[in-house]
């Protein structure tokens, strides 16, 4: 029977305060779920990081044409203030010194967006915007032209990471909440029926890899996210998403 796991990342807006000689601070929030695990339980972010997870084990012997269980990333803000949130996958080697290839062969074989009030009641329709490892829905053609470009023929892992789909920084995925409102991203991972021989595991330079999901929260202000993108090299540009930002909280 499929499961549904899921991973909850509780994003607590904070108010930020001026502090000493005229400098201001900005309070975010980040969390990751466990590397090389689907997490099950509440990830809480507050200024002091992540609180806590429940580890389901790991992934493991897979082959051409599997696919994991269905798993959902629920992205919620339960403070009183409203959020901007910047994250995505996460992949790095599991062994000393090893190596990323593996992702040229993990694909995402299905994605969807879910964007839910407090009520639970939407206020954008559920976007279904990978199918069957290429793009679908209002935004499909994006994601089907990565997986027309991409030697396996869907949207693997590493193509969909090199990709700056929505203006932030490679991978990376965003959105604002209001207190109570939630973004729910569930996705299912496979191995590229394409990949050959040169993917097992006693291949060269193939070694297991650590998957995870990673966010950050801050302010929805113009300074919040300019401190934001300058401590993370992996977003950019995020002060150019502002009025997007403002457009996602007035329709919650």
Do not use: C
């Not at 339980?41 to 002091?48: D, S």
């Not at 950050?216 to 002060?239: F, K, M, R, S, V």
């Amino acid at each position: 029977m499929r499961r549904n796991i899921i991973i909850s990342l509780v994003l607590i807006g904070l108010l930020a305060f001026g502090i000493g000689f005229g400098t201001f601070a900005w309070f975010t929030s980040s969390a990751t779920s466990q590397n090389n695990t689907f997490t099950a339980g509440t990830l809480k972010l507050n200024e002091n990081g992540l609180s806590g997870f429940t580890n389901l084990g790991n992934i493991g012997n897979i082959a051409p044409g599997d696919s994991t269980d269905e798993v959902s990333v629920v992205i919620e803000n339960t403070g009183s203030l409203d959020l901007a949130w910047f994250g995505g996958f996460r992949v790095t080697p599991a062994v000393e010194n090893g190596t990323t290839k593996l992702a040229e062969a993990i694909y995402i074989k299905y994605a969807k967006m879910e964007f839910l009030k407090e009520d639970g009641s939407i206020w954008e329709p559920a976007d279904e915007f990978i199918v069957n490892g290429t793009g679908s829905g209002p935004y499909g053609a994006f994601y089907t032209q990565l997986a027309q470009n991409d030697p396996m023929g869907v949207v693997t892992l590493k193509s969909f990471l090199e990709a700056n789909a929505m203006g932030a920084g490679p991978g990376v995925q965003m959105g604002a909440l209001k207190p109570g409102s939630n973004y729910k991203f569930t996705f299912v991972l496979g191995f590229a029926p394409n990949a050959g021989n040169e993917y097992q595991a006693d291949a060269e330079d193939i070694n297991p890899v650590n998957i995870s999901y990673a966010v950050d929260a801050t302010q929805i202000d113009l300074g919040a996210l300019e401190a934001l993108d300058n401590q993370h090299p992996e977003y950019a540009g995020l002060t150019n998403h502002l009025a997007w930002l403002n457009v996602q909280i007035a329709k919650q």
